[in-house]
């Protein structure tokens, strides 16, 4: 198993989180939130980041990292999972052919062509440390004829991005960025099995589970993200994209998984659901609990805090515990003070950087 990442921004510890920054930056924190957390890299979005503020532009300011200031490592995903959801909301944003995405932004006539090529010379714009092989994303219940046609284009597809990635790093000097393939075939384990060993033919250096880790309820699909898991090799990365929340995380590190992300903790704190471990549960045994229950939520607005002057959590070093009271947070969400949420993100991401270091340490 893979322990750590050699990256062009540094080394990544694993198991490791990354928090998401679609648009270059992590709602409602800085930078500084998550260096101070203890996690190590930020996934931002291809897609997005294409059409704001763009990918060339992105590049005359010299990358992701010139442009945001962020020091750490930077993965970005390949833009399939977002193109495909559109169209599979509504066909008027395009099609999806067996050479390219059609992809119409306005539903009008402007189109574009997304290839494999463009996928990877976009994230060599931005400069990023891990990029993403274009995919072709399905739903769980998407009958076997389209996980098939999933399979087959997502291995050619990936192809076509190891093939760009090889020409454009060429001669390239210094730990290189890393190329991840993704792994589809739905809920069947021969087509998982399949995709898994046709990619590993292709090489890269780490897999992602492709498609919805959940079903219609929200309740993860274990089984799946099971037989994704054993299509990937033990000798590289195994990235479960999208997940997670804590028990996930911890769950998923039993099959093999060493790579998170997830807009989960950010969005919780700006709902005032910030995460505390139970007494005594901040530890490698207490995070891998089979049943899952070593934390618990704070909710910032019940007024049981209005006049309690204690923590968040006793036990965190993070700027809101370290600095304030429980009744203060919630002062700040009453009256629609910015803090409010800065101080939640913070913790929640702090959360994160501690639960990963138990996992590390277990």
């Not at 929200?218 to 997670?244: C, F, I, R, T």
Request: charged share 30%; aromatic share 10%; proline share 5%.
């Amino acid at each position: 198993m893979v322990t750590e990442l050699l990256l062009p921004s540094g080394r990544v510890a694993l198991p490791a989180f990354f928090p998401d920054a679609t648009y270059g930056a992590v709602r409602a924190a800085g930078f500084e939130d998550v260096e101070n957390a203890g996690l190590t890299g930020l996934e931002m979005n291809s897609y997005h980041l294409y059409s704001k503020p763009g990918a060339r532009l992105i590049k005359t300011l010299g990358g992701l990292h010139a442009f945001t200031g962020y020091k750490g490592a930077i993965l970005t995903d390949s833009g399939g999972f977002q193109l495909y959801s559109m169209i599979r909301e509504n066909p008027d944003y395009g099609e999806i052919r067996e050479k390219e995405i059609l992809f119409r932004p306005d539903r009008g006539d402007e189109k574009m062509h997304f290839t494999p090529e463009k996928c990877i010379q976009s994230q060599f714009m931005y400069g990023s440390d891990i990029m993403m092989a274009l995919d072709l994303c399905t739903h769980p219940d998407d009958p076997i004829e389209q996980q098939r046609r999933s399979v087959e284009l997502t291995v050619r597809w990936g192809a076509r991005c190891r093939a760009e990635y090889d020409k454009l790093i060429k001669g390239r000097k210094g730990p290189r960025p890393l190329l991840f393939g993704i792994v589809q075939g739905g809920r069947d384990r021969d087509l998982r099995l399949e995709c898994g060993r046709r990619l590993e033919e292709i090489g890269f250096d780490g897999y992602g589970f492709g498609g919805w880790p959940t079903d219609e309820n929200g309740n993860m699909l274990d089984d799946v993200l099971q037989m994704a898991a054993d299509a990937m090799p033990d000798s590289k990365v195994k990235y479960a994209m999208g997940v997670g929340r804590p028990e996930e995380i911890a769950r998923l590190t039993k099959m093999g998984y060493s790579l998170f992300d997830c807009v989960i903790p950010t969005r919780e704190a700006r709902h005032q659901r910030l995460y505390v471990f139970d007494k005594g549960m901040d530890t490698p045994e207490g995070v891998r609990r089979a049943d899952g229950k070593f934390y618990h939520f704070h909710y910032a607005l019940d007024e049981a805090h209005t006049r309690d002057g204690g923590p968040v959590d006793e036990t965190c070093d993070c700027a809101l515990c370290r600095r304030c009271s429980k009744a203060y947070l919630q002062h700040l969400f009453k009256v629609g003070d910015a803090q409010a949420q800065r101080l939640a993100t913070a913790h929640n991401l702090r959360f994160y950087g501690r639960l990963m270091e138990n996992l590390r340490n277990g």
